[in-house]
């Protein structure tokens, strides 16, 4: 079902009311947490090689083209699952945000630090003999981001801060005025893409731009009746058509350039909003049991799911700094398989760290 083609077609003033048509399982979600996290792996795995296309052979560096664009979705899927989990709830604001920002300050700084002290370990930066500079240098690095992946905690941390704005507006509002608001956020990101920017008048609309959008869209999947007869081939051309145009898209406008492109990859571009809420979709609309002696090993992936997220990418660098890397093997074969030796490697420090006394909980997510 290409579902989002229709969105301003959609004339229902049918009221969305989580509270009384809760999804009567959360497995499809617990399954695409995991997934989504294996994804951010496999993207970062492959993302050293994507950024070396003037060196990198044509069929190696088309292999990273392909793993990114397989993967592109892990995040906004992420921020859908936090929509479809957290808006359908009422908070008292105080205790909400204490509770979600406790979970994720703690682990944060720890990790944080952690990634400071392997930078001055590898050089990147330097401690003087001045406490005052090292401090405000620390500090900088907290400020702005001590690793590349931990911008993804600074846009968490904005989100909760909305949720409780938003999720009373996703509880309160009809089906079409979500559409509408769903509508004009896919509108205004699309019209913020370079190809298209220069046709936009002088209207500000950032009240419907960034990751927020996602937040209302996982929640409106999540809960949306679905017909009886799903269209499930349908939903299955749409993922490969948008992974195709993705994959070739880059291509050819990295090729056109001289240098990476990665237009077509934006979580906040028009492909991968599309890319994203066909997968969430697809995810639902799956009926897929998993063996029952994996469903506790899954749940408690999900569980420390924040954690392994934090720690994959020191595992990644000293993987690398180690020689072990996709070089070894051809990427299409190396590329998941250093993806999965970090994924195991990362949930088991998470699981030793969560067991340690006091602090574990602290630091493991």
């Not at 990198?56 to 921020?79: E, G, H, I, K, Q």
């Not at 690095?141 to 931990?150: E, F």
């Not at 509408?180 to 936009?200: A, E, K």
Request: hydrophobic share 50%; with cysteine.
């Amino acid at each position: 079902m290409l579902f989002l083609s229709k969105l301003s077609t959609l004339e229902t003033a049918q009221t969305i009311n989580p509270e009384i048509a809760k999804p009567p399982t959360i497995d499809w979600i617990n399954n695409l947490k995991v997934i989504s996290l294996f994804a951010v792996i496999v993207l970062h795995t492959a993302s050293l090689l994507l950024m070396d296309f003037k060196k990198a052979s044509l069929s190696d560096w088309l292999a990273a083209d392909l793993y990114n664009a397989l993967t592109r979705f892990a995040v906004p899927v992420f921020v859908m699952i936090t929509g479809a989990l957290l808006l359908h709830r009422e908070y008292e604001i105080g205790d909400f945000l204490k509770r979600r920002l406790s979970r994720i300050i703690w682990p944060f700084l720890f990790w944080s630090l952690v990634y400071v002290g392997y930078s001055l370990y590898d050089e990147e930066i330097v401690f003087t003999a001045d406490v005052w500079k090292n401090v405000l240098l620390i500090l900088h690095q907290l400020k702005y981001g001590a690793y590349y992946h931990l911008w993804y905690v600074y846009m968490l941390v904005g989100l909760y801060f909305f949720i409780p704005v938003i999720g009373r507006f996703a509880r309160a509002a009809t089906e079409k005025e979500i559409l509408y608001f769903l509508v004009v956020w896919f509108t205004v990101i699309s019209f913020t893409q370079p190809y298209l920017s220069r046709f936009w008048p002088q209207v500000d609309v950032r009240y419907f731009t960034g990751y927020v959008g996602y937040l209302v869209l996982g929640h409106y999947l999540a809960f949306k009746e679905l017909p009886e007869k799903q269209n499930k081939t349908g939903l299955v051309i749409f993922y490969f058509l948008c992974l195709a145009g993705i994959t070739v898209g880059t291509y050819f406008t990295t090729a056109s350039s001289g240098n990476i492109s990665t237009l077509m990859y934006e979580p906040l571009g028009p492909f991968i909003i599309l890319y994203a809420a066909g997968i969430f979709l697809l995810a639902r609309i799956t009926v897929y049991q998993i063996p029952k002696f994996l469903i506790p090993i899954r749940d408690l992936i999900g569980n420390y799911s924040l954690g392994i997220y934090l720690c994959h990418a020191l595992f990644l660098t000293l993987l690398a700094d180690w020689d072990f890397s996709y070089k070894l093997f051809n990427p299409y074969l190396g590329i998941p398989l250093i993806a999965l030796v970090c994924f195991i490697l990362s949930f088991a420090l998470i699981f030793i760290l969560s067991k340690i006394p006091y602090i574990g909980k602290y630091v493991a997510g």
